[in-house]
């Protein structure tokens, strides 16, 4: 009788968790889950002659206990051994529900006001457009909003990817994913 009480709370542990997390949702105009992005979204550089502009996003049902956002954009494909950060920005407001296309600019301070974007795989502080290898077949861009349970993150200035992934993990709440593909022939 025990392990089946155990059993059953364990399910509707599941449940709840489940149900949890189909309310906080991820949508753009400009990327569609399991879709190839467009040129707009190529870098402009290392061979890529694409606009370099990050997507139009926007989320809504943040769960309870959200004291702030963080973005990520991420190719687990990339022949590094440890993929590629496209875009990384944190301490992002929970008044902000939606970014427009272009707002990871490494030009123009296009973030959200009082957010912080980390530096990409490429070197510069914003979003990096796609650029897999010519040939290496189809990538998958991660592009994730995570609910996080602290208003900042305290990174250093030149924190790298990796640090910042580690702790936007560390404080997430919930995430909501757009997966887009891209390849170069």
């Not at 105009?29 to 879709?35: A, R, T």
């Not at 402009?44 to 954009?73: E, H, M, R, V, Y």
């Not at 939606?98 to 912080?116: C, H, N, R, V, Y």
């Amino acid at each position: 009788m025990l392990k089946s009480l155990s059993l059953v709370s364990v399910l509707s542990l599941g449940l709840v968790g489940s149900a949890m997390a189909d309310s906080f949702t991820l949508s753009s105009n400009d990327i569609k889950q399991g879709e190839f992005m467009a040129k707009a979204q190529e870098f402009n550089g290392f061979g890529c002659s694409g606009g370099d502009l990050s997507p139009q996003l926007q989320w809504s049902g943040a769960p309870k206990g959200t004291k702030s956002f963080a973005i990520t954009a991420y190719d687990p494909d990339a022949p590094t051994g440890s993929g590629w950060w496209h875009w990384q920005v944190v301490n992002i407001a929970t008044d902000v529900t939606a970014i427009e296309t272009g707002a990871g600019s490494t030009k123009q301070d296009l973030a959200p006001k009082g957010s912080f974007q980390v530096n990409n795989d490429y070197g510069s502080r914003g979003f990096g457009g796609a650029c897999p290898p010519q040939g290496h077949g189809v990538h998958h861009y991660r592009f994730t909003v995570h609910a996080l349970s602290v208003e900042k993150l305290d990174l250093p200035e030149q924190a790298s990817g990796a640090l910042a992934g580690y702790m936007i993990n560390a404080h997430t709440i919930e995430s909501a994913t757009i997966e887009s593909l891209y390849k170069r022939d």
